[in-house]
């Protein structure tokens, strides 16, 4: 029987892009270049940052500056006892430590290639606001009002990314020793921590350019697995808003992995993926993962 190792899963959620570089008043997506195309990416440390922040796992963070702004690690706040160091840190104050993230994410990489959407704005009322608090015309005084045009780069569409998590790994932190050993968090400690994670995926929300985005999924796979790797990231595709449901995405399924999906025709295909792998509603899968996290870890 393979020993359990890890928790992975890949997601297909409806969610923005988020920015890179502006220029001047223009500000645009992140974007990477594949198969000779342009896509819009939500990057790994955005995806990250977001989950660790809804999740709680934050909560307890603390800074410290030396040379650099960084997380605060050392013998008494490290990660058997700290949520927030869960997601790896690096400390130099003093002795070096480092300490790798427990849990890995993919960029949200778009599923149709890049149609420039661009939205132009302008602060007309807080500034025409201004020029009558100063008795101007905003006209004639436009800079002094403060009158600035701008405009930015707009992208939601279908994203697919996948998280691993390192079940041997959560929740100690090999830096620091005590008698028995690391340092390291009970088994309801950890089992809170991977649950945390699930629940930020599952409830997953962004706030982009002042808007708020549900990026929940849509469309979900994944499981407990003896392999520390994103199992599904090369077989989970979607073309023109369907679901491609390939003879290798339904194999790896068989091994004894979950399937989720969101009814309400966000995937064309919905009927198809019904019949193809009989899936479960997205409530009842991560409900399904919680409690083998559970067991997993005997509590």
């Known amino acids: 029987m393979k020993i359990k190792k890890a928790l992975t899963l890949t997601v297909v959620a409806n969610m923005t892009s988020n920015y890179s570089e502006g220029l001047g008043n223009i500000a645009s997506v992140q974007k990477i270049f594949k198969n000779r195309k342009v896509y819009t990416i939500r990057s790994r440390e955005s995806l990250k940052n977001a989950i660790m922040v809804q999740s709680g796992m934050y909560d307890d963070l603390q800074t410290e500056v030396d040379g650099a702004t960084q997380k605060m690690a050392n013998e008494n706040l490290n990660a058997s006892n700290c949520r927030a160091l869960e997601g790896g840190y690096m400390s130099t104050k003093g002795t070096t430590y480092i300490r790798k993230s427990s849990f890995y994410l993919t960029d949200a990489i778009s599923c149709e290639s890049f149609?420039?959407?661009?939205?132009?704005?302008?602060?007309?009322?807080?500034?025409?606001?201004?020029?009558?608090?100063?008795?101007?015309?905003?006209?004639?005084?436009?800079?002094?009002?403060?009158?600035?045009?701008?405009?930015?780069?707009?992208?939601?569409?279908?994203?697919?990314?996948?998280?691993?998590?390192?079940?041997?790994?959560?929740?100690?932190?090999?830096?620091?020793?005590?008698?028995?050993?690391?340092?390291?968090?009970?088994?309801?400690?950890?089992a809170d921590r991977i649950n945390s994670i699930l629940d930020a995926v599952e409830n997953l929300s962004l706030t982009v350019k002042g808007n708020l985005d549900n990026s929940e999924p849509i469309f979900i796979v994944g499981g407990l697995s003896d392999k520390k790797t994103h199992y599904f990231e090369n077989v989970v595709k979607v073309e023109e808003d369907k679901l491609i449901i390939s003879e290798d995405l339904k194999d790896k399924i068989e091994k004894g992995y979950h399937v989720g999906l969101l009814e309400g025709k966000a995937l064309k295909n919905e009927n198809e993926i019904k019949a193809e792998l009989n899936p479960i509603s997205i409530t009842k899968f991560f409900d399904n993962v919680r409690n083998e996290v559970k067991t997993y870890f005997n509590v």
């Not at 606001?129 to 780069?153: D, R, T, V």
């Open 115 to 190: 149609v420039n959407e661009t939205r132009f704005h302008n602060n007309l009322y807080l500034a025409n606001n201004a020029a009558k608090s100063k008795n101007i015309n905003l006209q004639e005084k436009a800079g002094e009002a403060g009158l600035m045009p701008y405009q930015y780069e707009y992208d939601k569409s279908f994203k697919i990314y996948s998280i691993t998590i390192d079940l041997e790994m959560i929740g100690k932190d090999e830096n620091f020793k005590q008698e028995e050993g690391y340092k390291e968090a009970d088994n309801k400690e950890k």
